[in-house]
């Protein structure tokens, strides 16, 4: 109709254009990290960490919090869950946009032949998170805001191909199905 051609005028008129995702990479050298049991969800005394140690220490690399518990430290005293290990260096691989769901499902399959390699990693793992003030969460229901926005899945995937699936909505959001 007259308004969709308008809309369509207007978008070219001004040059709008889909924004291409930006990829960072970095390499994280002397990490501090958990020692994970694919079959060890609870995790087990002196031999894995849990699911949840997993999860809080991935926020902490993330968000590149120190690792060290320095008493001196004002923003955190985290410290990496027991048992740990440390990893000479590990990639990081941030992307940041728009990213249909059949992108993430390829980036995770493109992710999964890097087991076919010879190469030294036991897990890696892909966190997905949308905007905190998006405006829709999981199932039909709108996302409530109220504190921190959460709104995320966490893929740990090991050399096995067994995998984790971890999941974080806000308080008064739907749990995905």
């Given amino acids: 109709g007259a308004e969709e051609s308008t809309l369509m005028s207007y978008f070219s008129k001004n040059q709008i254009q889909a924004l291409k ?6 390499t994280l050298r002397d990490l501090q990290c958990p020692v994970l049991q694919s079959n060890e969800l609870q ?3 002196e031999e894995s960490c849990s699911t949840e140690e997993l999860f809080e220490w991935l926020g902490a690399v993330l968000n590149q919090v120190s690792l060290d518990n320095k008493s001196s430290s004002f923003l955190s005293t985290y410290s990496c869950p027991e048992p ?11 992307i940041t946009g728009f990213i249909i769901p059949e992108k993430i499902i390829q980036i995770l399959e493109q992710l999964c032949c890097y087991f076919e390699e010879p190469k030294l990693a ?3 793992t892909l966190t997905v998170h949308g905007f905190a003030d998006s405006p829709v969460s999981w199932r039909e ?7 921190g926005g959460e709104n995320l899945y966490n893929f740990v995937i090991f050399r096995s191909l067994d995998y984790w699936l971890q999941l974080a909505v806000g308080t008064h959001d739907d749990c995905p199905p």
């Fill in 21 to 26: 995702p930006k990829i960072t990479f970095s």
């Fill in 43 to 45: 995790g087990k005394p």
């Fill in 84 to 94: 740990n290990t440390v990893l000479e260096k590990a990639f990081l691989c941030t």
């Fill in 122 to 124: 036991y897990w890696l």
């Fill in 141 to 147: 229901s709108e996302h409530g805001f109220h504190k």
